[in-house]
Every structure is written in C-alpha cells, then in structure tokens.
C-alpha cells in the first residue's frame, strides 16, 4: 500500500448517501430514530479520520478489491474522480462506529493507503 494515486473528495456528501444511510440505520434503529440520527448527520460539519481508526473503531471486515462496488470506488480514484465523504455514527451503547453510508469508499480507499485521512460527517 502507498500513495501512487492522489484520493480526492467531495465538499459535502451527496445527496443520496442519506436515504441510503437511512435505509441502513432502520435496520438496527427505530425509523424514527434512525430519522434523527440521518437529520444529525446533514447539520454536523465535515471531519476527518484515517481510514485505520475508522475500520478499528467499526469492527468491520475489509472488503478486498474483488469486491464489485470497491473495484468500482478504485476505478474512481484511480480516474482522479472525487468521493463523496463518509457518514459515521457512534453506537455509544455497544462502543461501536457505525459506517451509515460509504463502506465500499471505505475500503477502496484503504486498499491505496491506510493511513489517508477520510472526510466525513459523524453524529
């Protein structure tokens, strides 16, 4: 891994990555609640994390580039497209970070560069 491409983001979010967050989120969240953790997400101001603290934090599996929707991301970034920044939730009762949206993001970046610094939003 090292930084042979330049990763380039987005401003902001897209404006779909928020139904697809709550789409996510109504999985393990009453939708009422999943709708006020989505409505936190659209005011909270963009941050960063490096892409390592974010997988450890999630407890997730990396998805290697086999994957379709990561090869897709890599075929972006390799392009010089920009990606559209994370949106994250800290699950405070299970002591988790939740990817709501931008997983496949997620791990195409990584499989460039572990350590690079990732835009998102997180409530």
Known sequence: MGNEVEIKWLAEP???DYPAAL???SLTYECADAEKIVGKLRQADVTKFKSKDI???SGLSLLGVSNSHV????KKIKSGKSLSP???VRDRAN???IIADGYHRMCA???FDEDAWIPCKIA
């Not at 090869?71 to 890599?74: A, I, N, S, T």
């Open 109 to 111: 970046v990584y499989s």
């Open 95 to 97: 002591g988790k970070l």
């Open 23 to 25: 789409s996510y989120l």
């Open 55 to 57: 997988f450890r934090a």
């Open 14 to 16: 897209e404006e779909q």
């Open 71 to 74: 090869e897709k991301d890599r």
């Open 86 to 88: 994370l949106l994250l």
